[in-house]
């Protein structure tokens, strides 16, 4: 089946490349030129408030034509050995009053080690006295494969990407490593007084490393240094740098953003098997590993193929690009776009080509950018003139994302005996007392009382075979949520011998 689906994404891109029109979707308007830029974004709050982070430690402020140094990073920024530097910037939806914005890059004092950092601006600039390290994270050895992107998700927490480490052999296995941070998605409350963690409960597959405030929210993957959240359904889509054979797209539909999630690494790459070195292969996660919406194989020559992953474009003045998931790729500079609702059908080349293309990016008004590491950045237009008002405000009091697993110690009972689960709640600040409802179909079969560690256990009777699922229901400040079913099955009972 892998094969097969490999095979059909190499058919879709020949046909795709043979229909492609020759009038593109969309032109590319000059914003700037700058020293080595590898990332843009804006002001949550003011769309034409641009930020173009520059690869060695620089933080440029555009806003109408003019630019100034917004903040300079240069001395604490190890650049630019292989893939190090600053590699991207996150403000905080409170940006416009608590001045409050994230960076990811590689330091100097350990090399290759991975900083999140905060930084406060103060007027027009965020001076280096105001840098707090949130996040260490080692990566020793290789100067590859840090991922490096920072996105506020929509409940309003940060989340980080980074490689497995680079090309060695005990880096391949960082990815499934539960204890390790490399290969992985993270997410965190970064806070105004702190770091806060998440709640680990036991069992849970994706735990906090011992002794850290952070959490794992997925992982198996190689180098997702570009990845987004789908402004209009908060969807998640993480572009994944492949090895030796294929490029991935990873898509995870909210409000679950793929939680959980083992996106294959270095179990699968793409659709395909291998290199499968690791003790995990042999025993994929219950739910099976996550399989990409969407790969593409390697094109030849010295630079073969590395995904730059991009953004669904909601920019209605582009029209023809609407709906649309744009990314390239850095090896052959090529800007493509397709539908996630049919990857393997709608992927098309979009007639434009950007060289030495390290990002994409996309300000508060869904207007798309692409960044050129040999200095260009520019913005995707249309057919049409742009109209973007300020974003309106958001609510005092939003209610935030809540997630509900649940997993049965054993997914096999003798008729009419009991069946264990257990049902975990994420985050946990606040859930102590919370009630969660155990449910076969439309029917409550208990309800438990969620304890410290946000879990509610079950022993439930099973005559006959059973789907279940958990539920939460919404309060002030979280949103109602619903775990995935599992199916208890009932197995003839075991006559013993006297």
């Not at 690869?55 to 034509?65: F, Q, T, Y």
């Not at 190090?84 to 409170?94: K, N, Q, T």
């Not at 001045?99 to 330091?107: F, H, K, R, V």
């Not at 025993?283 to 630079?303: L, M, N």
Request: aromatic content about 8%; hydrophobic content about 35%.
């Amino acid at each position: 089946m892998a094969k097969t689906l490999g095979l059909i994404c190499t058919i879709s891109l020949v046909l795709s490349l043979a229909a492609a029109s020759a009038a593109p979707a969309a032109s590319l308007q000059p914003v700037g030129s700058f020293e080595e830029p590898i990332y843009v974004t804006s002001d949550p709050g003011n769309p034409d408030r641009l930020f173009v982070v520059e690869r060695a430690g620089k933080i440029i402020e555009v806003n109408g034509g003019a630019s100034h140094t917004f903040a300079d990073l240069s001395s604490v920024v190890s650049c630019c050995e292989g893939e190090r530097g600053l590699l991207s910037i996150a403000l905080a939806p409170s940006f416009d009053s608590s001045g409050l914005l994230y960076a990811d890059y590689t330091g100097k004092e350990v090399p290759g080690e991975i900083h999140v950092a905060e930084l406060t601006a103060t007027g027009k600039e965020a001076q280096l006295s105001s840098l707090r390290n949130v996040l260490k994270i080692p990566h020793p050895g290789q100067s590859n494969h840090n991922g490096g992107q920072l996105q506020f998700g929509p409940e309003g927490d940060l989340f980080i990407s980074t490689g497995d480490g680079g090309g060695g052999n005990d880096e391949l296995h960082n990815a499934q490593d539960l204890t390790k941070l490399l290969g992985k998605i993270l997410r965190i409350d970064p806070g105004q007084s702190g770091l806060l963690p998440y709640a680990v409960p036991a069992g849970n597959p994706f735990p906090a490393a011992a002794g850290d405030a952070k959490a794992i929210w997925s992982y198996g993957l190689r180098n997702p240094f570009r990845f987004s959240f789908d402004r209009l359904n908060g969807a998640i889509v993480i572009g994944d740098v492949g090895q030796s054979a294929r490029e991935e797209i990873d898509y995870a539909a909210a409000p679950g953003l793929g939680v959980g999630a083992d996106y294959g690494w270095n179990c699968r790459e793409g659709f395909l098997a291998g290199p499968a070195t690791d003790p995990q292969c042999g025993s994929p996660p219950v739910g099976g590993f996550v399989s990409p919406v969407f790969d593409y194989p390697h094109f030849g020559g010295s630079c073969s193929g590395a995904i730059i992953g991009g953004y669904v474009e909601r920019d209605p003045s582009v029209a023809d690009l609407y709906g649309r998931y744009v990314y390239g790729d850095a090896c052959n500079g090529e800007i493509r776009s397709l539908d996630l609702a049919a990857p393997l059908t709608s992927d098309r080349p979009e007639g434009l080509h950007v060289e030495n293309l390290d990002s994409f990016g996309e300000d508060s008004c869904g207007r798309l950018y692409v960044v050129s590491g040999g200095g260009a950045v520019q913005r995707f237009v249309g057919s049409t003139a742009a109209s973007c008002s300020p974003p309106a405000p958001a609510p005092a009091s939003p209610k935030k994302f809540s997630f509900i697993g649940l997993r049965a110690v054993g997914h096999k009972v003798e008729r009419n005996r009991r069946a264990a689960m257990v049902a975990w709640v994420s985050p946990c600040e606040g859930r102590l007392g919370d009630r969660v409802r155990l449910r076969r179909g439309s029917r409550t079969i208990a309800t438990h009382s969620l304890n410290r560690a946000c879990t509610a256990h079950f022993l439930v009777r099973v005559g006959h075979n059973t789907k279940f699922h958990a539920t939460i229901a919404e309060n002030t400040t979280y949103q109602e949520a619903i775990s995935k079913q599992v199916k208890i099955r009932v197995v003839r009972r075991h006559h013993r011998a006297h």
